[in-house]
C-alpha cells in the first residue's frame, strides 16, 4: 500500500494526498486536479479546488469554486462508473424526491491520470454528527432517514429502461441480492465487531 499523507491543518491542500482505502490507489491531490481542470476546463483554471473532508471509497471528491464538485476514480478501472453516471444520473435524477447532482462533463485521462473524470453540479447539504454516547440526537437526522425512505420507494417503482436489465456493464458488485451478500456481510460485522 502506498504511503499516503492524512489531512493536516499546518499543511497545504495541494500538497495533501488522501489516506490510500485500497492497494491499488491512484494518487490523487488538488495539484493534479487543478492541471487536470486547467487542460479540461480553461474557464475554471483559476477557481479554488480543495479535497472535501469526507470522500468516497470510490472517488476522491474536490469542490471546484462554490458550484461544482469534481469526482475522480480511486483505482484503476473506475472510468466505467464514471460513464454509468453520466448515462443513468439524468434519467433517474428527474424520477427522484431528492437532488440528483447534473452531470456537467465527462473528461478522458489526462495529464498522467489514468481515469475518466466528471465534474457535477453542487448540491448544499450538511453531514449529520456522529452519534455517540455524549452527542445529543441530530434532528436532521429522522429529516435524513425519511429522505432515504422515499428515495427507496421512488427508486423501487422507477420504469427500468429496456436493455438496461440484463445489462452486464450495469451491474455493480454493490448490485447483489441481499441473501447472496448475507454470509460475507455477517462475517464482516464478526471481524469488526470489536
Known amino acids: 500500500m502506498r504511503t499516503r499523507l492524512r489531512y493536516d491543518r499546518t499543511v497545504g491542500l495541494s500538497s495533501v494526498v488522501a489516506r490510500a482505502l485500497h492497494s491499488d490507489e491512484i494518487p490523487i491531490d488538488a495539484e493534479l486536479v487543478r492541471r487536470l481542470v486547467g487542460r479540461a476546463m480553461p474557464a475554471y483554471a483559476d477557481a479554488p479546488v480543495r479535497r472535501l473532508a469526507l470522500s468516497g471509497s470510490t472517488k476522491a471528491l474536490f469542490r471546484l469554486g462554490e458550484e461544482l464538485l469534481v469526482r475522480l476514480p480511486r483505482q484503476p478501472g473506475g472510468s466505467q462508473d464514471i460513464s454509468k453516471e453520466a448515462t443513468w444520473l439524468p434519467v433517474l435524477g428527474p424520477l427522484l424526491p431528492v437532488s440528483v447532482p447534473d452531470v456537467v462533463a465527462v473528461f478522458d485521462p489526462d495529464c498522467d491520470y489514468p481515469e475518466r473524470w466528471s465534474v ?9 454528527e456522529v452519534v455517540d454516547p455524549v452527542t445529543s440526537i441530530d434532528p436532521r437526522r429522522e429529516d435524513l432517514a425519511m429522505n432515504l425512505a422515499k428515495f427507496l420507494v421512488a427508486l423501487r417503482q422507477a420504469d427500468v429502461p429496456t436493455g438496461a436489465i440484463d445489462n452486464p456493464h450495469l451491474q455493480s458488485y ?10 460475507a456481510t455477517r462475517e464482516n460485522i464478526e471481524r469488526f465487531r470489536d
Open 174 to 183: 454493490r448490485g447483489e441480492p441481499h441473501a447472496t451478500m448475507d454470509q
Open 120 to 128: 457535477v453540479r453542487w448540491i448544499d447539504g450538511a453531514h449529520p
